[in-house]
């Protein structure tokens, strides 16, 4: 059991640009969850995945996000056109519906818009 | 909709000593989970503790331990014997009639030696 691991740590772009970031699950988990958390706050529900099939979206998810896992194990996130407010920390969770998981946690990508 | 409220923003405890976090809910639904998530500095959110809201019975992790009301919509941590390794931002959450966890803000607790 390796974790949740999420790429790259820390992203650094200028607006406008487009960004995408990747998380690898536990193994074996078939649900995958990404959530935003900006500073001070919680983090707030993006979207999430049951095995490949993207089953609930926020609507803090907006046109300019979209999200996959085309093969049912790692996921990306993409930000097209990136705005100021989108500064903030992703991060990637998973679990596995069948025995009742809780939630686990990767480190996040912080992204900063300059 | 689900919401989750944390009044203290802030606490402090003493090497050893006892503290509680305070956490209210709301929600409609009849089936539901509550947790504490604990978030170091810079470091990834780990699972401190679950409760099952059909239990009665508070559950307990070592010297993790929560006073569940129902009724009251209550759900707080108790840290018994508290560590310096116990400073981080702690975040009530609940899930429930949706795969999603709905978090507070946060109470950020420092442990003084």
């Known amino acids: 059991d390796t974790g949740v691991s999420q790429d790259p740590r820390h992203k650094i772009t200028k607006r406008g640009q487009n960004v995408t970031f990747r998380c690898d699950p536990i193994s074996e988990h078939n649900r995958l969850y990404w959530y935003r958390q900006t500073l001070g706050q919680g983090p707030e529900f993006l979207t999430y995945f049951q095995n490949e099939a993207q089953l609930e979206k926020s609507r803090l998810l907006s046109d300019r996000f979209s999200a996959e896992r085309p093969k049912g194990s790692f996921s990306t996130l993409e930000i097209q056109r990136t705005e100021q407010g989108d500064s903030a920390m992703y991060l990637c969770a998973s679990s596995d519906w069948d025995s009742n998981q809780p939630q686990h946690f990767g480190d996040g990508t912080r992204l900063s818009i300059l | 909709a689900q919401t989750v409220t944390q009044s203290q923003p802030e606490m402090s405890v003493q090497e050893a000593e006892t503290v509680t976090l305070s956490c209210t809910y709301d929600?409609?639904?009849?089936?539901?989970?509550l947790f504490w998530y604990k978030q170091p500095p810079s470091r990834q959110m780990i699972l401190v503790i679950r409760q099952e809201a059909y239990k009665q019975q508070n559950a307990t992790e070592n010297r993790f331990s929560v006073n569940f009301q129902k009724a009251a919509k209550s759900f707080s941590l108790k840290i018994s014997d508290s560590q310096l390794g116990d400073a981080a931002m702690y975040f009530c959450a609940t899930q429930g009639g949706s795969e999603k966890l709905v978090f507070g803000k946060g109470t950020k607790l420092t442990v003084n030696p």
């Open positions: 929600t409609s639904e009849s089936d539901y989970y």
